[in-house]
């Protein structure tokens, strides 16, 4: 058995419409154990450099602004194979390719008010971890 973990964030269109508590429920319910969690108004300097990688993205602005409008929840999620089984909770990024009794199947949106950001491998989740929790934040 491999314990690992995966970083996550519950986005606005989410917090907005009082789903942080579904959600979480769902991440308990597939095995995932949240070994931290905050609240926070993310500004646009954290969202920029959270979603660097996107910059020359069409949809990096609209992107940049969604996430900075309402608070997010930044969380730490262990359990085995965190990485996988927390993309196999939240569904396909984009809610119409997603699975029934996903998060995004039953919450999202639209492709960018998609609810949930999860980590896309075990070497992003330690990048994005390390940019939100300081390690005597997480405790398992
Ligand atoms: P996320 O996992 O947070 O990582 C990057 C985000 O960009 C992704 O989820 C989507 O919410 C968003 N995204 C991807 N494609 C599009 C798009 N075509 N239009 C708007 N947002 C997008």
């Known amino acids: 058995m491999t314990v690992s973990r995966t970083f996550s964030i519950i986005k606005p269109d989410a917090t ?8 979480v429920k ?3 319910d ?7 969690s ?8 954290q969202a920029e450099g959270f979603y660097g990688v996107h910059k020359e993205r069409p ?4 992107l940049v602004d969604f996430m900075i409008s309402e608070p997010v929840v930044v969380q730490v999620l262990e359990g085995e194979n ?5 993309r196999d909770i939240m569904g396909a990024t984009n809610p119409e390719d ?11 949106l639209s492709i960018g008010e998609n609810s949930v950001h999860g980590s896309d491998s ?3 989740a330690a990048i994005e971890i390390a940019f939100f929790f300081k390690e005597d934040e997480l405790v398992g």
């Not at 597939?30 to 931290?36: D, E, N, T, Y």
């Not at 949809?59 to 609209?62: K, P, V």
């Open 16 to 23: 907005r419409r009082n789903l942080t508590g579904a959600i």
């Open 26 to 28: 769902m991440f308990e």
């Open 30 to 36: 597939g095995g995932l154990r949240i070994v931290a």
């Open 38 to 45: 905050k609240r926070i108004q993310m500004t646009r300097a």
């Open 59 to 62: 949809f990096f602005g609209e």
């Open 82 to 86: 965190a990485v996988t089984r927390n």
């Open 98 to 108: 997603a699975d029934e009794g996903t998060v995004r199947k039953s919450h999202a």
């Open 122 to 124: 075990a070497e992003n």
